[in-house]
T-cell receptor, first 113, second 115 residues
Framework: SQKIEQNSEALNIQEGKTATLTCNYTNYSPAYLQWYRQDPGRGPVFLLL?????KEKRKERLKVTFDTTLKQSLFHITASQPADSATYLCALESRSTLGRLYFGRGTQLTVWP | SQTIHQWPATLVQPVGSPLSLECTVEGTSNPNLYWYRQAAGRGLQLLFYSVGIGQISSEVPQNLSASRPQDRQFILSSKKLLLSDSGFYLCAWSLALTVRNTEAFFGQGTRLTVV
């Protein structure tokens, strides 16, 4: 069966450290992989998109890597701040079902001062 | 700029009652439209997907239906709600397949509690 697994439900780190979140997928051939941020009671907000032929993408303090051999994406937040505390969702769009976006359960990140 | 409106923000409905949630998008044409549900402690589950007026794809069998009567309007309905329909419902849109960037833009969500 198809799965998108974010292997940490919760991650707690100290301010200033780098947060690393993991997304693994099974039985998908993703054309794109995306990361979203979701705050409590709100809809997810897009952060970064990486394509199947890209290894790494950066945006300010955010970095995403994509390894189609390992079937894994890593999401890094450097110099983390308490304002980065939120749930981060991994989503992918498969080549066989373009336009449909499937999400993992998310990892709740807490950055403490 | 594009905006997405979803209402109501919260809803409490008795079991067996009907449901209608509405979502509208402004500032874009021919968007892909989505309905997701997020149950407590679970991820976003794709319920329905639409590429155009009257074109609806259902992802999972369920007690819900969707309609797209206009290009930028997407409606989620049920004739008789079940307790298991409780959850956080999110509408989203993205650009059509011919455009490379396919990020999704979400509404603020509707918190539905079936009692």
């Amino acid at each position: 069966s198809q799965k998108i697994e974010q292997n940490s439900e919760a991650l707690n780190i100290q301010e200033g450290k780098t947060a690393t979140l993991t997304c693994n997928y099974t039985n998908y051939s993703p054309a794109y992989l995306q990361w979203y941020r979701q705050d409590p009671g709100r809809g997810p907000v897009f952060l970064l998109l990486i394509r199947e032929n890209e290894k790494e993408k950066r945006k300010e303090r955010l970095k995403v890597t994509f390894d189609t051999t390992l079937k894994q994406s890593l999401f890094h937040i450097t110099a983390s701040q308490p304002a980065d505390s939120a749930t981060y969702l991994c989503a992918l769009e498969s080549r066989s079902t373009l336009g449909r976006l499937y999400f993992g359960r998310g990892t709740q990140l807490t950055v403490w001062p | 700029s594009q905006t997405i409106h979803q209402w109501p923000a919260t809803l409490v409905q008795p079991v067996g009652s009907p449901l209608s949630l509405e979502c509208t998008v402004e500032g874009t044409s021919n968007p892909n439209l989505y309905w997701y549900r997020q149950a407590a402690g679970r991820g976003l589950q794709l319920l329905f997907y639409s590429v155009g007026i009257g074109q609806i794809s259902s992802e999972v069998p369920q007690n819900l239906s969707a309609s797209r009567p206009q290009d930028r309007q997407f409606i989620l309905s049920s004739k008789k709600l079940l307790l298991s329909d409780s959850g956080f419902y999110l509408c989203a849109w993205s650009l059509a397949l011919t455009v490379r960037n396919t990020e999704a833009f979400f509404g603020q969500g509707t918190r539905l509690t079936v009692v």
